[in-house]
């Protein structure tokens, strides 16, 4: 019978932590805080199940959607501008440089990729940034709206959620100009979906085959220390 793996703790040594300058261990420390948000939104997009009311299944997909998309944003502009300017590439593996090299290239050149081009939206707008302009398809400039506009969920005298979908409408429509023409219109969704979750995948591999040069030798496992988070 198998019995159930407790956890154990990957530590670094005191002794190479001290010998690493400030700036690189605090660049490591962002590596592991992107591959830990990365790897995050990866399994909430497998774990939240499928809703049997449409809007709630539609507006469910689409918000892990713009998580996702956001992380990708703010993860290349941290490896780019920020942790390999610090690092340098001395270790970016030959396993990992194919990906590197064509990410880099891709997110640097953002404004012409098509993926890319679709992420910047999307954080800015709806992802990260939380513009106004999200509602301009429902809403005029003079407040008019051309119809009822559905914002909640109510059981009884409380409201289960604030179910504002209204907006993806305009925003998808947007999006639909901005995939490449080859894209069927009406399945430029899935190309997104199928897009955001290989994009997040090689950028964790990326970020992974780094960390795995720059703690090598540095490391070591033994039981986890639970007592660091308080009851």
Avoid at 196 to 207: A, G, H, R, S
Wanted: charged share 30%; net charge negative.
């Amino acid at each position: 019978m198998s019995t159930i793996k407790s956890p154990v703790g990957i530590y670094l040594n005191k002794k190479d932590v001290d010998a690493m300058p400030a700036a690189e261990l605090k660049a490591l420390m962002q590596i592991l805080r992107l591959i830990n948000i990365l790897r995050y939104s990866l399994r909430l997009n497998v774990l939240i199940k499928k809703d049997h009311n449409k809007l709630f299944d539609f507006r469910n997909k689409t918000e892990i959607l713009f998580y996702m998309i956001a992380s990708i944003k703010e993860a290349v502009k941290v490896i780019y501008n920020s942790i390999i300017p610090i690092i340098g590439e001395k270790y970016i593996s030959k396993e990992i440089e194919e990906l590197y090299r064509d990410n880099k290239v891709r997110a640097n050149n953002w404004k012409i990729d098509p993926f890319y081009k679709i992420v910047d939206y999307i954080r800015n707008n709806v992802g990260f940034h939380f513009s106004e302009d999200i509602y301009n398809g429902i809403i005029s400039e003079d407040g008019v709206t051309q119809n009822d506009i559905l914002i909640g969920v109510a059981v009884g005298e409380t409201i289960n959620d604030f179910l504002i979908i209204e907006p993806y409408t305009s925003i998808f429509m947007k999006i639909a100009e901005m995939v490449p023409e080859d894209i069927d219109k009406l399945k430029f969704h899935d190309w997104l979906e199928e897009n955001t979750i290989k994009e997040t995948d090689i950028i964790c591999k990326i970020l992974e085959g780094i960390l795995r040069i720059m703690i090598k030798d540095k490391a070591y496992k033994k039981v986890l220390d639970e007592s660091i988070v308080k009851d």
